[in-house]
């Protein structure tokens, strides 16, 4: 009997990446388009939903051109997205919004009207407290594009839009899986289903809302004209999905209570393992979201934009001076690593996009204790250490939520994973070792591991993440840089505090 393969998607915001893998867990094939992502004004981030489809299309079509698989062993397929953004359709399942980004802030407002108005029951729910994500966004489309929204039959992400789109789905087939519901603000999450009593306090119709169905379940198959897009054949199986963060989790190996997970990549992730849902109340910093593991959920927290920082430091900042050749990313860790960091060197706040966690759209980023000796690769230093101290702001949320949790590791994935100097630096902030992951194929992967569960084509998905998924590199805590960080830690929480509005 011949081998059979899947193919899992990840419809990120910096591009969509696919892969094929066989079923005993090799990479056969990988392709990458470059996102387009609009931004025509301060707070504004779209994209056009036909150009994440047809990223879709053409990086399938690639993998299969360069796998030279036949497309009749392809078992399944699954695709995970953007998370916390939102796409309106209408009837016939195409767009009638542009994709309506994470990274987009004009909901604030409504933010502030949901968190007012029900915001400890939203998050007491759905395990999220309303930020930039479905709630505020989708009544932003309601009282401030209500000619468009009259259109709407019904709200997904780009996963899901893709899935629909090919499997040629309408509106009434529209779907979210379980791994969002945090970011809805109208779920119940506990038991998987819309809460009315939030919809009708926001004068939402839970029509507009699809229906919420598990990870690893089959929402079609792949039609016809689709086959004729991607090299495939018609009939093979759209598997639910996951979002990109989960997807991005179950990559990492996080099946177990205690593993922790740094997804380093757009945005900056900090996430646990645990057995049970809490809903950050003290602090809300933390969402908590279902595992596809059963009876496992992930309290995680990130940084709006947290990996772009970076890019626009480099862009923005340096590359004036038109030396783009000698600014490669190891260049910068070079020499911001051969720095002896004090204790009064540049803080830099890495909000740029709003904080998220906990929700303050109104603080923005900045650098302090700047002066006649600031360096550029001190700036930069600062930038990669406003992650480490984040993280450690949301590591002390997860103690105060969990009490004596087991910390094991932290396993580092995404593209900031390659700098050796970053996660050294993260596991002294930390004081916990991080490890690095051996594959680099990411969110696809852990999509690929859904598409072979939802298929059937693995028995058991939790063995089959345990026999793929391999550690290498492990960064250990030096003692005397967790004390230091410590202390630039209460300086950058001081920091916090004066520029925040809440102060």
């Not at 230093?381 to 590591?395: G, W």
Request: net charge negative; charged share 20%.
């Amino acid at each position: 009997m011949s081998e059979k393969y899947v193919i899992g998607i990840d419809v990120g915001t910096q591009g969509t990446k696919t892969a094929i893998f066989s079923e005993s867990g090799k990479c056969c094939a990988t392709a990458f388009e470059k996102s387009r992502l609009h931004r025509p004004s301060a707070g504004i981030v779209e994209e056009d939903p036909e150009d994440q489809v047809n990223t879709a299309y053409t990086t399938i079509r690639k993998c299969m051109q360069q796998s030279a698989i036949s497309p009749s062993s392809i078992a399944g397929i699954a695709i995970c997205g953007q998370m916390a953004g939102v796409i309106g359709i209408g009837e016939d399942g195409k767009h009638v919004t542009y994709y309506d980004s994470w990274l987009d802030t004009r909901c604030a407002p409504y933010i502030s009207m949901m968190e007012d108005l029900a915001g400890e029951e939203i998050l007491t729910k759905s395990g999220c407290a309303p930020s930039f994500n479905h709630g505020p966004k989708i009544l932003w489309w309601k009282y401030e594009r209500p000619e468009i929204f009259e259109q709407i039959k019904s709200f997904v992400q780009p996963g899901a839009y893709i899935a629909m789109r090919l499997c040629g789905l309408k509106a009434k087939d529209a779907f979210i899986d379980t791994s969002y519901l945090h970011f809805t603000c109208f779920a119940d999450n506990k038991s998987n289903t819309w809460d009315t009593g939030l919809c009708e306090r926001f004068g939402i119709n839970p029509g507009v809302l699809p229906k919420i169905v598990p990870s690893s379940q089959i929402i079609g198959e792949l039609s016809s004209s689709s086959a004729g897009l991607t090299g495939l054949i018609t009939g093979i199986p759209i598997v639910a999905g996951c979002g990109d963060t989960a997807a991005s989790f179950l990559a990492a190996g996080a099946v177990e209570e205690g593993v922790c997970v740094d997804v380093a990549g757009t945005a900056s992730v900090f996430s646990a393992t645990t057995s049970s849902f809490r809903a950050d109340i003290q602090n809300k910093v933390l969402g908590c979201g279902q595992s596809i593991i059963r009876d496992l959920w992930y309290p995680y927290a990130y940084i709006n934009g947290g990996g772009m920082n970076l890019e626009w430091f480099k862009n923005e900042i340096l590359l004036f001076k038109g030396k783009e050749a000698d600014l490669s990313f190891d260049t910068l860790d070079h020499l911001a690593n051969s720095i002896k960091p004090q204790i009064d060197d540049p803080l830099f706040i890495p909000h740029l996009g709003g904080q998220v966690s906990p929700c303050r759209p109104e603080l923005r980023g900045a650098w302090i204790n700047l002066s006649w000796s600031t360096t550029a690769p001190m700036l930069y230093r600062a930038i990669l250490e406003s992650v480490a101290l984040e993280y450690c702001t949301f590591k002390n949320s997860l103690t105060s939520l969990y009490g004596n949790y087991p910390f094991k590791e932290l396993r580092v994935t995404g593209g900031g994973e390659k700098s050796d100097f970053w996660n050294q630096m993260k596991a002294d902030a930390l004081g916990l070792k991080v490890v690095q992951i051996r594959q680099n194929e990411g969110a696809p992967l852990g999509a690929a591991f859904l598409a072979g569960f939802g298929t059937a084509l693995f028995g058991n998905i939790k063995s089959v993440i345990g026999e793929w998924v391999e550690t290498k590199t492990e960064y250990y805590p030096d003692l005397e840089m967790h004390e230091f960080y410590q202390a630039r830690l209460g300086k950058y929480l001081r920091l916090i505090k004066a520029v925040s509005e809440d102060k």
